[in-house]
């Protein structure tokens, strides 16, 4: 695989165009505590995630990846996240990933600025991306894993691979689309399809998020099913450029 990208790691990252970030809790129900916070993208006036991806392009991809791990991790250390305890889950796009141990230079030097430390990061590759190069997203996750990353899968239940991406990857978390979480407290399949993920990731040591969550029947149907880290509005909606405090 080529490295087109490999110079600007040596140069430093210039973001290809404007942008700024959100951020969204994710809650643990057993601590009543924070887990995480997802790094979402928006305009430099909060505007939605689709007006900045439709600027992304072949030519830019490597540097907006990049640019989006730094701007993520060094906002939120200087919004005090690394002081809440609670870790931070970032986007990662695996085509805009060259080679993983040269590519994550700049993630690595972006949380020493800050004092970061790499176990509180997760990095999240959604199963809606068709993952073309196996070999190559196995090497990434295992560069991630050896400098204490956690990684997850977005989207669980949604995407091209299903199954398959779960038993050949392993990730430390995987996160339940939300189509499939939407109303399950009254669509009894879904229900099944659901407690059989979560059976299957508990059998397999992975921990998992309910994501979309909006309303207390979706919620309690989850919580019987054993699952206890939930993100979505129910809780808090994102906060533009900040950390904000779930309702439990």
């Known amino acids: 695989m080529t490295d087109p990208?490999?110079?600007d790691c040596r140069g430093g990252i210039e973001p290809p165009f404007a942008f700024a970030m959100a951020f969204q809790p994710i809650v643990d129900l057993r601590t009543r505590r924070i887990y995480a916070f997802e790094a979402l993208i928006r305009g430099p006036s909060g505007e939605g995630a689709g007006s900045v991806l439709a600027q992304v392009n072949p030519q830019n991809l490597y540097a907006f990846?990049?640019?989006?791990?730094?701007?993520?991790?060094?906002?939120?250390?200087?919004?005090?996240?690394?002081?809440?305890?609670?870790?931070?889950?970032?986007?990662?796009?695996p085509g805009a990933v060259y080679k993983p141990e040269t590519c994550i230079k700049a993630t690595l030097a972006a949380a020493v600025r800050v004092d970061f430390?790499?176990?509180?990061?997760?990095?999240?590759?959604?199963?809606?991306?068709?993952?073309?190069?196996?070999?190559?997203?196995?090497?990434?996750?295992?560069?991630?894993?050896?400098?204490?990353?956690?990684?997850?899968?977005?989207?669980?239940?949604?995407?091209?691979?299903?199954?398959?991406?779960?038993?050949?990857?392993?990730?430390?978390?995987?996160?339940?689309?939300?189509?499939?979480?939407?109303?399950?407290?009254?669509?009894?399949?879904?229900?099944?399809?659901?407690?059989?993920?979560?059976?299957?990731?508990?059998?397999?040591?992975?921990?998992?998020?309910?994501?979309?969550?909006?309303?207390?029947g979706e919620l309690a149907v989850l919580v019987e099913m054993g699952v206890h880290l939930f993100q979505g509005y129910l809780f808090a909606k994102p906060g533009f450029q900040s950390l904000p405090k779930p309702v439990f």
């Open 65 to 93: 990846d990049q640019s989006c791990r730094i701007r993520a991790i060094e906002t939120a250390g200087q919004l005090g996240l690394i002081e809440s305890g609670a870790a931070l889950s970032i986007n990662f796009l």
């Open 5 to 7: 990208g490999c110079g």
């Open 117 to 216: 430390p790499p176990e509180l990061l997760i990095f999240e590759v959604t199963e809606g991306e068709k993952i073309v190069d196996r070999d190559h997203l196995r090497n990434i996750l295992e560069e991630y894993r050896r400098q204490r990353f956690r990684s997850a899968i977005d989207d669980f239940g949604a995407g091209y691979a299903g199954l398959n991406l779960l038993a050949e990857f392993q990730p430390d978390i995987i996160k339940i689309d939300m189509d499939l979480v939407r109303g399950i407290h009254e669509r009894p399949v879904a229900r099944k399809v659901v407690l059989a993920m979560v059976n299957l990731a508990r059998e397999l040591g992975i921990d998992i998020i309910a994501e979309g969550i909006e309303t207390q």
